[in-house]
């Protein structure tokens, strides 16, 4: 776990000169599961956005796997590009697709595999998150837990080394939440994937964090950095406390 597989330095971060965060820096290590959390309007979908590539920096750098997210010229940009994988909040599927559809998606685009190599391969990636016998299935006919792995699954089409995961649990009950979290893990585990995952969850960070920063809407940046349990019994700031303790406030 000492490779360093995502590498943030310096960055700037907001909307047509508008800076939403700024002074962010910050590495992911191989096989971690590294975890942005803080509370509604830090920035936290900001971060998840200017990391992916979406909007660019207004300053700073990016790097995943050595390779610029921005800057680094058309070649060196797809290598990065292709070297994650991302879930959305709502799972973004395709709802006009079946789940081995949407898997097949990415191997479609970005591939020159034939028809039957990519459904083996999709078939493959729905067997790792348990939904092969769903794979026919419509995304209107599966609940919210299945819609997320069906997500996962479609994000590791490519094989990615990191795959970075926007609010996994949201809307999801405990139980579906926990087994979603112990997905992440015997992915982690298994496979040796890094995550980057955005989350208030507490239970979901206690779970899955290795390691965590907490973004502040008042300071625009990084406000704490560490393991969960250590910054809920430890930090300095009454405020980083109090949110990983909510019931003591």
Do not use: W
């Not at 999709?122 to 026919?136: D, Y």
């Not at 299945?146 to 609010?167: C, F, H, N, S, Y």
Request: charged residues 25%; aromatic residues 6%; hydrophobic residues 40%.
């Amino acid at each position: 776990m000492n490779d360093t597989v995502i590498e943030v330095k310096d960055m700037v971060a907001g909307y047509e000169g508008r800076v939403i965060l700024k002074d962010i820096s910050f590495t992911v290590a191989q096989g971690e599961t590294f975890v942005v959390l803080g509370g509604s309007g830090c920035g936290k979908s900001t971060l998840l956005k200017h990391l992916i590539g979406l909007h660019p920096l207004l300053s700073g750098e990016v790097r995943i796997l050595g390779h610029r997210i921005q800057d680094g010229g058309e070649g060196e940009r797809e290598a990065a590009m292709r070297s994650f994988g991302v879930t959305y909040q709502s799972g973004a599927l395709f709802g006009s697709m079946t789940l081995l559809e949407n898997v097949c998606l990415p191997l479609e685009s970005f591939t020159d595999l034939p028809s039957d190599a990519r459904r083996l391969i999709a078939e493959m990636k729905l067997e790792l998150v348990g939904l092969k016998p769903f794979a026919n299935y419509f995304p209107t006919d599966v609940s919210g837990g299945m819609k997320k792995r069906a997500a996962i699954a479609r994000a590791m089409a490519l094989d990615p080394q990191v795959l970075l995961l926007d609010e996994p649990s949201a809307g999801l009950d405990p139980v579906t939440s926990a087994e979603l979290d112990h997905l992440i893990l015997r992915l982690r585990d298994t496979h040796g994937i890094s995550f980057v995952i955005v989350t208030h969850e507490l239970a979901s960070i206690y779970a899955v964090g290795d390691r965590c920063i907490m973004l502040d809407a008042e300071t625009r940046t990084i406000i704490a950095e560490g393991k969960p349990a250590e910054l809920r019994d430890h930090s300095p700031l009454e405020k980083v406390r109090t949110f990983f303790s909510p019931n003591q406030r």
